[in-house]
């Protein structure tokens, strides 16, 4: 353990799932050919005008109602004037010292986190350096596709409230379930949806701020708090060695498990800012920021308390079913069709999550619905299916979207559960195993599972366990 403190401050930058892009017409669609959703707005040729995306402005202030935030009722759009390849016009459009949220917090577990800003801007295009490492030094030219130059970003800025790798894991897994819940952005930090950058310093226990280091290309949760860790560390080791620690941007390299120095930071980098003059003002009125307010969803941590109240789950349940896309409606359904709310869960956060880990699916992705996860259950409760051919079923629906009964009657899966069937198979078991039967009436009650098991042989699997567990007792007591 370091004897010093550890701050953390993170900038997320969140895609918008709008239809078109922030200033212009072209498709907002991840995976289109290269160059293709480009028009002379986003690529910033002469004499092309922007227009302000309604969707988006409206995204951005349910985010930042979510968030606890003021929502201004006047903003402006600033030109951040920088050169580089993946920038069309040589300045991204911003905010810079009007954003349209400002002064908002998130709860999260390890301490509330505030939040200074969250702001719109535009994407940039993206570079793919072609050589060893994928890296821009490394490479012998580079590739840009320009889709994504002009796509809505929000960019949340929080305060420098994090204490450690954990505690900011947590603050970006809760802000990630929260912009999943208001269905602004898919938030998938693979494809680039949400993206994290962190800053990260030390110092001694509440003594002055040390000196900063940012951290980027963490995409992944467990990325981040890996090179929050890593950092935390190599900084501790300079500080208690009598060294001090350079402000500069690094790289998280998920291969070695290590931070590498990018660039130097000494200097605030002077982007120049002045107000877009292509664009007006954005000034939203009151009734509209009303209306968002009053039509925003349940938001995770009220969900999570009606879940443990309403549902008596435990809190790893809860916390799988609203971090997993999909799976929390999937058992909500099922529950309004009266199956039992911790058997249906036990169920999603099991054997269906799974499968979706191993299918690389999210649940609306499968074949599975909230009718089936229902009448599944209802088989294996009315008898019809055991738990282990339940599970067997349970693939091929996600497989086929077939319902549960039609897969039970098409490959003949239902539980024998009829007693004189099964009584006429123990007999004969008991009859053919003399031996086991003496061993187990002088004491060796284990043996009942050889006789249970030798009945699910005979019945290919689909003997009913609890009946059969009951006439075994029952014959071999005789």
Same mark, same amino acid.
């Given at each position: 353990?370091?004897?010093?403190?550890?701050?953390?401050?993170?900038?997320?930058?969140?895609?918008?799932?709008?239809?078109?892009?922030?200033?212009?017409?072209?498709?907002?669609?991840?995976?289109?050919?290269?160059?293709?959703?480009?028009?002379?707005?986003? @690529?910033?040729?002469?004499?092309?005008?922007?227009?302000?995306?309604?969707?988006?402005?409206?995204?951005?202030?349910?985010?930042?109602?979510?968030?606890?935030?003021?929502?201004?009722?006047?903003?402006?759009?600033?030109?951040?004037?920088?050169?580089?390849?993946?920038?069309?016009?040589?300045?991204?459009?911003?905010?810079?010292?009007?954003?349209?949220?400002?002064?908002?917090?998130?709860?999260?577990?390890?301490?509330?986190?505030?939040?200074?800003?969250?702001?719109?801007?535009?994407?940039?295009?993206?570079?793919?350096?072609?050589?060893?490492?994928?890296?821009?030094?490394?490479?012998?030219?580079?590739?840009?596709?320009?889709?994504?130059?002009?796509?809505?970003?929000?960019?949340?800025?929080?305060?420098?409230?994090?204490?450690?790798?954990?505690?900011?894991?947590?603050?970006?897994?809760?802000?990630?379930?929260?912009?999943?819940?208001?269905?602004?952005?898919?938030?998938?930090?693979?494809?680039?949806?949400?993206?994290?950058? %962190?800053?990260?310093?030390?110092?001694?226990?509440?003594?002055?701020?040390?000196?900063?280091?940012?951290?980027?290309?963490?995409?992944?949760?467990?990325? @981040?708090?890996?090179?929050?860790?890593?950092?935390?560390?190599?900084?501790?080791?300079?500080?208690?060695?009598?060294?001090?620690?350079?402000?500069?941007?690094?790289?998280?390299?998920?291969?070695?498990?290590?931070?590498?120095?990018?660039?130097?930071?000494?200097?605030?980098?002077?982007?120049?800012?002045?107000?877009?003059?292509?664009?007006?003002?954005?000034?939203?009125?009151?009734? @509209?920021?009303?209306?968002?307010?009053?039509?925003?969803?349940?938001?995770?941590?009220?969900?999570?308390?009606?879940? #443990?109240?309403?549902?008596?789950?435990?809190?790893?349940?809860?916390?799988?079913?609203?971090?997993?896309?999909?799976?929390?409606?999937?058992?909500?359904? %099922?529950?309004?069709?009266?199956?039992?709310?911790?058997?249906?869960?036990?169920?999603?956060?099991?054997?269906?999550?799974?499968?979706?880990?191993?299918?690389?699916?999210? #649940?609306?992705?499968?074949?599975?619905?909230?009718?089936?996860? %229902?009448?599944?259950?209802?088989?294996? #409760?009315?008898?019809?299916?055991?738990?282990?051919?339940?599970?067997?079923?349970?693939?091929?629906?996600?497989?086929?979207?077939?319902?549960?009964?039609?897969?039970?009657?098409?490959?003949?899966?239902?539980?024998?559960?009829?007693?004189?069937?099964?009584?006429?198979?123990?007999?004969?078991?008991?009859?053919?195993?003399?031996?086991?039967?003496?061993?187990?009436?002088?004491?060796?009650?284990?043996?009942?599972?050889?006789?249970?098991?030798?009945?699910?042989?005979?019945?290919?699997?689909?003997?009913?366990?609890?009946?059969?567990?009951?006439?075994?007792?029952?014959?071999?007591?005789?």
């Amino acid at each position: 353990m370091s004897r010093f403190e550890t701050v953390i401050g993170i900038e997320v930058h969140v895609e918008l799932s709008t239809n078109t892009k922030m200033f212009c017409g072209c498709s907002n669609r991840f995976g289109a050919p290269p160059n293709t959703n480009t028009c002379p707005v986003c @690529l910033g040729l002469p004499g092309s005008l922007p227009v302000v995306n309604e969707q988006a402005v409206r995204d951005a202030m349910k985010i930042g109602i979510a968030l606890n935030c003021e929502v201004a009722r006047s903003c402006l759009f600033h030109r951040k004037n920088y050169f580089y390849p993946d920038m069309p016009k040589d300045f991204q459009i911003s905010q810079y010292d009007e954003p349209i949220c400002f002064g908002g917090y998130l709860d999260v577990e390890g301490g509330r986190v505030g939040i200074t800003r969250a702001h719109m801007e535009e994407d940039t295009g993206k570079s793919t350096h072609i050589g060893e490492g994928g890296r821009i030094h490394d490479a012998t030219h580079s590739l840009i596709d320009y889709n994504r130059a002009g796509v809505p970003l929000i960019e949340i800025v929080s305060e420098p409230d994090i204490t450690g790798p954990a505690h900011a894991r947590a603050y970006a897994t809760e802000l990630r379930n929260v912009l999943r819940s208001l269905s602004v952005s898919d938030v998938k930090m693979e494809e680039g949806s949400m993206r994290c950058d %962190a800053n990260i310093s030390l110092r001694e226990p509440g003594g002055e701020f040390g000196t900063k280091v940012e951290i980027k290309n963490m995409n992944s949760l467990r990325s @981040l708090q890996k090179a929050l860790e890593y950092e935390e560390a190599r900084q501790a080791e300079l500080l208690e060695s009598g060294k001090s620690v350079t402000q500069e941007t690094r790289h998280w390299n998920e291969a070695d498990g290590e931070t590498h120095s990018m660039r130097s930071k000494e200097e605030a980098f002077d982007y120049r800012y002045f107000p877009e003059p292509d664009l007006v003002p954005q000034a939203p009125p009151l009734s @509209l920021i009303e209306e968002i307010r009053s039509s925003m969803p349940e938001l995770p941590a009220s969900r999570r308390a009606r879940l #443990a109240e309403d549902w008596a789950l435990t809190d790893q349940q809860i916390f799988t079913l609203t971090s997993v896309d999909g799976l929390l409606d999937l058992v909500s359904d %099922a529950v309004e069709r009266g199956t039992d709310p911790v058997t249906a869960t036990n169920w999603a956060t099991g054997d269906v999550l799974a499968k979706l880990k191993t299918d690389g699916v999210d #649940a609306d992705q499968s074949g599975l619905n909230g009718h089936k996860l %229902a009448d599944l259950c209802e088989l294996v #409760a009315n008898g019809t299916l055991s738990t282990k051919l339940a599970k067997q079923v349970l693939i091929t629906v996600m497989e086929t979207g077939k319902g549960p009964g039609e897969v039970v009657e098409e490959e003949g899966l239902a539980q024998v559960s009829d007693e004189s069937e099964l009584a006429a198979i123990a007999e004969k078991i008991v009859n053919d195993n003399p031996g086991e039967a003496e061993r187990y009436r002088a004491g060796e009650e284990k043996l009942l599972g050889f006789f249970v098991g030798q009945a699910m042989k005979a019945t290919r699997g689909k003997g009913n366990p609890q009946a059969l567990n009951e006439l075994f007792r029952s014959k071999l007591s005789e």
